[in-house]
T-cell receptor, first 118, second 109 residues
């Protein structure tokens, strides 16, 4: 049982490049989410999903795409990287009691991806 | 004003001291989470609670729904408790979690 696996741990991109951050969980969690963590701002929700085939925008979705084709995987795509996307990114998952209350059980976090865009 | 406010932002204590970190929120919630982030960056869930009090080892979390306030207490603090402690709430209006900015705790030997 690996929990939440997030890759890569570190990434440096040039402005305009695209990339995908991978997130996989083996706990059969319905709810998966992506956050970015910036100094002095706390964790902010980018996108989330309450089940396969269902995604929704969070607080800061611009410049990011997600898909949820399986229960296990929830990749985050940066379409055209910008310096403002330099941040630490976390993926998290949990069980959901029902699809309308996505994060009402303890969260399990990946180890984070430190992304620098130059 | 943030929907989730933590205090203090920074806290330094001596080993053995009793520590309290506070979290106030301004929205209706279905649950409140306390998380711990160590210097290496990993985030671990400590508690999820919607009423009353929970205890795990030296950590105690309480919540007062009427006052929209929660506290995290650490008894007999130890240098290994040094970390950032984050409060987060699940709003009743939807599936989102809203996070506080975190409290940086340093426990000196």
């Amino acid at each position: 049982n690996a929990g939440v696996t997030q890759t890569p741990k570190f990434q440096v991109l040039k402005t305009g490049q695209s990339m995908t951050l991978q997130c996989a969980q083996d706990m059969n969690h319905e709810y998966m989410s992506w956050y970015r963590q910036d100094p002095g701002m706390g964790l902010r929700l980018i996108h989330y999903s309450v089940g396969a085939g269902i995604t929704d925008q969070g607080e800061v979705p611009n410049g990011y795409n997600v898909s949820r084709s399986t229960t296990e995987d929830f990749p985050l795509r940066l379409l055209s990287a910008a310096p403002s996307q330099t941040s630490v990114y976390f993926c998290a998952s949990s069980y959901a009691r029902d699809s309308s209350k996505g994060a009402n059980s303890p969260l399990h976090f990946g180890n984070g991806t430190r992304l620098t865009v130059t | 004003k943030n929907e989730v406010e933590q205090s203090p932002q920074n806290l330094t204590a001596q080993e053995g001291e009793f520590i309290t970190i506070n979290c106030s929120y301004s929205v209706g919630i279905s649950a409140l989470h306390w998380l711990q982030q160590h210097p290496g960056g990993g985030i671990v869930s400590l508690f999820m609670l919607s009423s009353g009090k929970k205890k795990h080892g030296r950590l105690i979390a309480t919540i007062n729904i009427q006052e929209k306030h929660s506290s995290l207490h650490i008894t007999a603090s130890h240098p290994r408790d040094s970390a950032v402690y984050i409060c987060a709430v699940t709003e009743t209006s939807g599936s989102r979690l809203t996070f506080g900015e975190g409290t940086q705790l340093t426990v000196n030997p």
